[in-house]
C-alpha cells in the first residue's frame, strides 16, 4: 500500500484461522466510495469453500487454546483490542468515512463506541455469573453460562463498527469462536478490526472473517451445520431467509431487522431540549440507522412550533463528501439513494415543510439527497409507516395521549420510542404501552449507550444485543444438579 493510501492492509484477503488468504475462487469484488463513486480497493469474494474453512478454523478454535482460555483471560484480551482501537481511532474514522460515506466525526464516534463496546464486554467477561438453585434434600444445584459454540455474524454497511462491537465482542466475551460476514458495500473496518484483534492477541481462529455476497457468503453460513447461533442486523426479508435457514438446524438467532421508531412530543414538552434530538435522530448516518427516529408525532399544541424550528433545522442542513465533515454525507449506494429516492415520490401528495441542501460541489456521483422533512402526514400514509432508512422524517398531529400511543404502535415495527413530556405520570405510563425494545424519556439515543439492552419487537426482530442481555444471549445455560446424600 502506498503511504497516501489509509488502508494499512491488504483488503483482498479473508482472515481463517489466523492467516490471511485470497477467497478460495480467486474472485474478488469492488469497493465504492458513495462520495464520489470511485473504485476504493476490491475486497474477496468469498463463497461457501471460504466459510466451510472458516467454521471448520473456529470449531478448531474452540477446541483448542482459545476453548481452555479462562474469562479473565478472554476479558483480558477484548479489553487489550478496545485500547488498541482507541490507538487506531483515527485511521478507523478514514476508513469508515471512505467506505460508508458517513462524515468523519460521525465515523469517529463509531470508533470510539467499538473501543467502548471491548472496555465493557471486557470488563464483564468473568462477572457473569450462574445460580445456585434451592432444591431438595440432599442435592446441590448450580448454573452454568457456556458458550454456544461457533457464532455466525452478519454485519450490514451502516455501522459496521458498532455492529461489528456489540455482536462479535459479545460473542468472543463468552467464549465462542466468530466468523463474520460483512456487507458487500463496506467491509473495511471488518477487516481492519480483525487485524487489530490479532495485534491484541486473540488466538488464531477465535474471529475469522470472510468478505462477500450476501447470496453468497452469507447464505453458505446461516445454513451451514458447523453454526451454534447467528446474530443478523438487516433487511427484514434477508432476515427472514436467515432465520429460516437458521431453523432448518435448529439454530437460535439474534435479529435486528430496523424500525420505523416515533418520538411522541406533548404541549408540555421542553421542545429547546427536543430540538436537536428531534432532528438528529433522523439525519444521523443519512437517516441510515436501524433506530432512526423517522416519525415525529407532535400534539397539536405545539405543532406549529415543532414543525417550524424543526424546518429551519432542516433548511440548514447541509449535504456533502464525508471528508469534509459536514452535517451529512451521501448514502451508501446508488442503489440505496434509487430506494430511498422511491419513497420521496410516494410522497409527492404530502406537504414538504423544508429540504436541507446537497453542496454545490459534492460529485455528480456521490449518492447524495436532500434530507426533506414531511409535515401533516396521516398516520397511516407509506412514508409513516415503512422504515425509508434515508433522511426522509414525517410529522404527524395529534390531539390526545390515547390516540398518539395508536398512532406510535401502528407500525409492524417496534425497536425505539421516546417521550418527550414534563409529566412523570405520563412518562411512566406510556414507557408500558409503547410497543418497543427501547424507551427513552425526555431523550433519543440512536445507536448509543453499549449498556443498555437494545433490539425490537415485532419486525424489528428479537434477542437482545448490548450491556449484560447480549452475554447472555451469547451463551448457553447449564444446570447442573448433584446428589451427594
Ligand atoms: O439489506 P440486507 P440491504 C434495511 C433498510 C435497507 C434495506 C436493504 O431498510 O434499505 O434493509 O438493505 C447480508 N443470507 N436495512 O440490502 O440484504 C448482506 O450481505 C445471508 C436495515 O443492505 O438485509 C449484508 O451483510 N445474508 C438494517 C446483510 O445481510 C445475506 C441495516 C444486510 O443486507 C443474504 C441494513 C442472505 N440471503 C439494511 N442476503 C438495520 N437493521 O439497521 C444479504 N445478506
New binding site residues.
Given amino acids: 500500500m502506498s503511504e497516501t493510501n489509509p488502508i494499512w492492509f491488504d483488503p483482498t484477503l479473508c482472515l481463517i484461522g489466523g492467516k490471511w488468504v485470497p477467497a478460495q475462487s480467486g474472485e474478488t469484488l469492488p469497493l465504492v466510495n458513495p462520495s464520489d463513486g470511485s473504485a476504493i480497493c476490491q475486497i474477496a469474494r468469498g463463497g461457501a469453500a471460504d466459510i466451510d474453512a472458516a467454521v471448520q478454523a473456529a470449531q478448531a478454535a474452540m477446541d483448542g487454546d482459545w476453548g481452555r482460555m479462562t474469562a479473565l483471560e478472554r476479558g483480558r484480551i477484548i479489553t487489550r483490542i478496545g485500547q488498541l482501537v482507541l490507538d487506531y481511532a483515527d485511521r478507523l474514522a478514514v476508513l469508515e468515512a471512505m467506505d460508508v460515506g458517513k462524515p468523519l466525526t460521525q465515523a469517529r464516534a463509531d470508533a470510539i463506541a467499538l473501543a467502548r463496546y471491548c472496555e465493557f464486554y471486557g470488563g464483564a467477561a468473568d462477572k457473569v455469573h450462574g445460580q445456585t438453585i434451592p432444591f431438595m434434600e440432599g442435592y446441590t444445584v448450580y448454573t452454568l453460562r457456556e458458550p454456544h459454540g461457533v457464532t455466525g455474524h452478519?454485519?450490514?454497511?451502516?455501522y459496521p463498527m458498532q455492529i461489528i462491537g456489540r455482536s462479535v465482542g459479545a460473542a468472543l466475551t463468552m467464549g465462542n469462536a466468530a466468523v463474520l460476514?460483512?456487507?458487500?458495500?463496506a467491509c473495511l473496518t471488518a477487516l481492519a478490526f480483525a487485524h487489530i484483534a490479532m495485534e491484541a492477541g486473540l488466538p488464531a481462529g477465535a474471529l475469522n472473517v470472510v468478505p462477500g455476497?450476501?447470496?453468497e457468503a452469507?447464505?453458505a453460513?446461516?445454513a451451514h451445520p458447523g453454526i451454534h447461533h447467528i446474530s443478523?442486523?438487516?433487511?427484514v426479508p434477508?432476515?427472514i431467509?436467515?432465520q429460516t435457514a437458521a431453523a432448518k438446524n435448529v439454530v437460535p438467532v439474534t435479529l435486528?431487522?430496523?424500525g420505523k421508531s416515533p418520538q411522541l412530543v406533548f404541549d408540555d414538552a421542553d421542545l429547546d431540549a427536543a430540538l436537536p434530538f428531534l432532528v438528529n435522530a433522523g439525519c444521523q448516518n443519512a437517516g441510515q440507522?436501524?433506530s432512526a427516529s423517522s416519525r415525529i408525532l407532535v400534539q397539536r399544541g405545539v405543532y406549529d412550533e415543532v414543525k417550524r424550528r424543526m424546518a429551519e433545522a432542516y433548511a440548514a442542513i447541509t449535504v456533502g463528501p464525508a471528508m469534509e465533515d459536514l452535517r451529512m454525507g451521501p448514502l451508501i449506494s446508488a442503489r440505496?439513494k434509487e430506494?430511498v429516492s422511491g419513497f420521496l415520490a410516494k410522497g409527492a401528495d404530502l406537504t414538504i415543510a423544508a429540504q436541507g441542501e446537497v453542496v454545490g460541489h459534492a460529485p455528480a456521483e456521490g449518492a447524495y439527497l436532500c434530507p426533506t422533512l414531511f409535515a401533516d402526514v396521516p398516520g397511516d400514509h407509506a412514508l409513516a409507516r415503512d422504515?425509508i432508512?434515508g433522511p426522509v422524517q414525517v410529522l404527524i398531529p395529534f390531539d390526545t395521549e390515547e390516540e398518539a400511543v395508536q398512532i406510535a404502535n401502528s407500525t409492524d415495527y417496534g425497536l425505539v420510542a421516546s417521550i418527550w413530556s414534563r409529566d412523570g405520570s405520563r412518562q411512566m405510563r406510556l414507557a408500558k404501552k409503547l410497543h418497543a425494545g427501547q424507551v427513552f424519556i425526555n431523550n433519543y439515543g440512536a445507536a448509543g449507550g453499549v449498556e443498555l439492552p437494545f433490539g425490537g419487537v415485532g419486525k424489528s426482530g428479537h434477542g437482545r444485543e448490548k450491556g449484560f442481555e447480549a452475554l447472555y444471549g451469547f451463551s448457553q445455560l447449564k444446570t447442573v444438579a448433584a446428589y451427594h446424600g
Avoid at 452478519?154 to 451502516?158: A, D, L, M
Avoid at 443478523?232 to 433487511?235: A, D, M, P, V, W
Fill in positions: 452478519i454485519v450490514p454497511w451502516n460476514k460483512p456487507a458487500e458495500e455476497i450476501g447470496a452469507g447464505a453460513l446461516t443478523f442486523t438487516g433487511s434477508t432476515g431467509l436467515v435486528e431487522l430496523g440507522t436501524c440505496q430506494i422504515e432508512f
